[in-house]
């Protein structure tokens, strides 16, 4: 019954991993031979995927796994195994391709750099940990590649590690999400110890399942929350977005890579996966922690969305607008809607890489220049960077009709400004898609319109290996409408479980006008706003305080510098010094008494006052001038103390017994 | 297989005397031979021992002194087996890390077979004999071959560790007047059953045995010989202090101390779970101020002992026992025994190559290693990562079941300790930072990469790291019987 793939999942991320350690074992450090093995582990790795993805359509809501048992420790063994149903084979098809493309690009924007050899090792390794994270059925084993996700991307973001910054930031990455996996290791142990397993799907026994659920009952809330802080961490949610910018470090397929494929999907992801712990016990789908969900969402939303206006680096605009996006993805898993936040997530994956290796490509084409306002006019020498890049722009502003990523978030509005609770959610993503639509068309205009700056005086259009993966995503992009409009819902469905009907009367909703409104005040605002930007924003000569606000990411940065860092390193600092001074201080003084106690004890032998005390010390000091000859003068009034001591507590002995 | 402990015991003393009359040059050679055969003795043990059988096994008994008490009575449990595993690992890696003559040869060699008898010895006698035998030459080889300050460091260490030993002495023959034995198997018994002494007497010898035992591991606030004998002495000998000498201390605590004084350690068992939750969050926070290299490893050591003793201390001090979190928590502590050995004496190691190249061992006196010496950066990683827990190596998976035991017997005092995670985390990064990345400093732009000899001592300690973190139910295998029984022992 169960078709081949689902007992050979495994290789889906193996042959990625295998190719990876390949490359590092065999590769030079320059050999096109390692992006080969690179892209056709990933090649296999995508035909796996889609292997897979075919059973997910036999009928709505398939599901297979695989277990087994990992080790025994005592009389318990702990299992682990993979499982395949349309969320998993949904996320496998677009890591794999999306990863393809951007390995492809790799091989152009890359082809420079003198360790070419071990970016494409570390690329594979990436693609192979997020796979793992995607098809595991065990919390376990999801957190042992969440943190294998973690490990790659501190090694891509500091791949340039002669240079400083980006040794920092991939260290704040590493320890930025770090604090949040705390919680979610905490959750892991929280639902180990009450629902017993950690297998998702375990014929009913599974913690998701409802046996699992029962047992862990009423601490449901906790463990959510705490598996939720993990997912803040990686998915870039405030309060742990702060590593997300600085990850702009890494070269730009990483950046595409973490920030489309694989990495902060991972958050969103993992709320979907483990989301009957969420859910449990809601009534009318609400429960404080998906409430919470809900709003660390919403802040994390607008908060991007606002810091992403006054940004001048072309890839941290993109990097907010992600820290923006998943906040609309959790938002939308938290009102209820996890088919609507993993199609937004699907959607992103394509426009987002497409977006990042676009800007790539810009930054390519104008010899490694990051700020925008030194750009613009490229929309003439780089037609193709220029096209592709605006359905990205158009997608990502959410400009209906042809666009997937317009009709994903259409979806996200239409669940939250149904949810229950508050209404309040709705209309601040309303005004977020208002900002989305402005910053990006900021950005368009300083990159691509008006006149060729400083930057772009020698820009020229990318060589076809950058390109064709811009095209392949572009359309990518476009082709995704087909199954995610509300005429013919076919993502919706196949990833709620249920099946698809094609109604083209719903094509047509009250949202559609509504968020065609938003966006067009958006795109309109950002016309009149920025039509004769130059090198000087704007908005930062109308509202200097406002820009200067937004343009420090709101100073978060220094207030965890000044506040939680500053304590914990106070906190080490002390912890040193008291070391140094209060344990080993009391150590030394007990030393010193011992000392005054031989010194005093030696004065009272040497004048010969008292005998008994002279015989009791005499046998010490023998050994303590033997060892003496080892350590001038020290260990002989020690260990007469010791003498005296030991005589002392076996008359005590004596006495007590 | 009788006497097979006994050859195991005796062949590195043997082999003291052999490396102490050799030629300078041969005396490793002559190590390193006995290293072989005690390896293959390690393993031939491994392979007669029942894994399914409970108790100890292999045992040897010869009357001794009987008019005290003492017995020769050897034997091995799974705790045993992994320990003497452990140590056969343990001393030929430090060997082979550094060059050294005869008179350091000959005191290493009479520290192992101090090492084999203690973690197989099974009469407090017999046991205490070789306690005590491990310290005199692991004071003598950092008197003698440390470095700065190795006079003051070596006393302290020396002194320190020998006070808790006279200590202990004395509360073991307190329980010997009371009770008549110094069996551990017979002492055990009489510990379940009721206990060992009455009122006053028995918590000064408890407090005799738990100070003894908790200089050795250290615990804090009784670690800070540590620090400065680790800093000090030289690289091998590191190696084996965390390596396989901080085990004698945990060991002690698992063959003594908890099962002879159950009523005493429930009753203390939040202050108890205090001091390993202090050891383990400053230790991290002091390994993170550290400036020089080795010391940072030196914290970090204490650190990850504290591990073990959070989740020893959860097993025994708290009310509620589940079984399967008992053994999760003493599994979890069996493997991190293991691990810790072999990952910090990886570190040390790693730390006695960057001081070989450069002469220097602070923080600040490398920088942009990774464009000179890639692959020495690279594999040194991987020793840090699994010092800070990366799944996927080995260090995770006894942590997690440390965790895992210690959360659900005692949670507060876990959500606390998990703290340390982040700065151990932290603090490696830190180190990582500043050695491999920026600009190459201009002192290490000579450095030679990994040699090829230090490869072939490299990659097998490497890829039994990801053994065991990948498969690593082989070591399992080894303790899992004894682990159950513990966990019977102590419920």
Redesign the interface.
Known sequence: MSPWIVDHLWLVPAVPLAASLLILSFAGSRSKGAAALAIIGQLIALVLAVAAFIPTLQEPGWRAFHNFTW??????AVRIGWVLDPLAAAMLVMITLVGLCIFVFSMGYMAEDKNFSRFFAYLSFFSAAMLGVVIANSL?LL???W??VG?ASYLLI?FW????S???AA?KA??TT??GD?GF??GI??L??SS?TLLFYDDGKGCLESAGLLAVGASATFIALLIFSGAVGKSGQFPLHVWLPEAMEGPTPVSALIHAATMVAAGVFLVARVYPLFSLGAVDGVTPSLTVVVWVGVVTALMAALIAIAQADIKRILAYSTVSQLGLMMVSLGVGGVAAGIMHLLAHGFFKALLFIGSGSVIHGCHHEHDIRKMGGLRRVMPVTFLTYAVGMMTLSGVPLFFSGAWTKEEILHQTAHWPRSQAPFYLMLAGVVLTALYMTRQMIYVFFGNRRAAAEHAHESPRVMTVPLIVLALGTIALSIVVTPAWPWLHAYLSGEPARFEIARLIQPMLFVSLALVAAGIGLGLLIYRRAGAFDPLERSQPALFRFLENKMWIDELYAHTVIAF??T??????W??RYI??G??RAF?SIGQAFGILTKGVDERGINAAVDEGVGSARGVGRVMSL??SG??QT?LGA?AI??LA??L??VW?? | MAGLISALILLPLAGALFAGMARENYARGIALFFNAITAILAVTLWRNFDITAAGLQIVERHAWIPAIGAEYVVGIDGLSLLLVLLTSLIFPFAFLAQRRGRGYCALMLVMQSALYGTFTAHNFVLWFLFYEMSLIPAFLLI?IWGGENR?RAA??FF??T??GS?AML?SF??IY??KGTFDFAALAELGRAGPLLNG??AW?AFAGIFLGLAVKVPL??F???L?DAYETAPVGVSMVLTGVLSKMGVYGFVRLLLPLFPHEIRILGPWLLGLAVCSIV??S??A???SDLKRMVAYLSINHLGYCMIGLFAVTASAARP??????A???VFLQIFNHGITAAALFYYVGLLEQRRGLRGLGDFG?L??RTPLLCGWMSVAM?SSLG???LNG??GE??I??GS??LAAAA??IA??G???T??AF??A??ML?????SESCSAFPDLLRTEKWIVVPVTLLMFAIGI???FL?NIF?TT??QM?RLFA
Request: proline residues 4%.
């Open positions: 080790f025994t420790f005592g009389e318990n376990l957190f042992v590649c943190e294998l490990l500091g590690i002669h240079k400083p980006a040794a920092a260290k590493f320890i770090r604090i705390l290791f905490f142990l929280w180990y110890g017993g914990s390193r906190a080490a600092v002390l912890s040193d008291m070391d344990w080993d009391f150590v030393g080892w350590h020290q260990i020690y010791v001591g030991m507590l076996l005590f002995y007590l017994a | 008197k006079d006393t302290k002194i320190y020998f006070l006279v004395l023959l307190g007047f009371a006053n007497l000064l804090f606030p670690h800070t010989w620090p400053f230790a926070l002091a993170w101020a550290q079984a399967v979190e008992m053994q999760a003493l599994s979890g942009g990774m464009q990562f990366l799944p996927a995770f998976i997690f079941l965790f895992k959360f659900a876990t959500s998990v703290l995670l982040l700065f985390a932290i990064l830190r990582m930072q491999f990345s920026g600009p190459l498969a690593p139910q399992f899992n682990v159950i966990a």
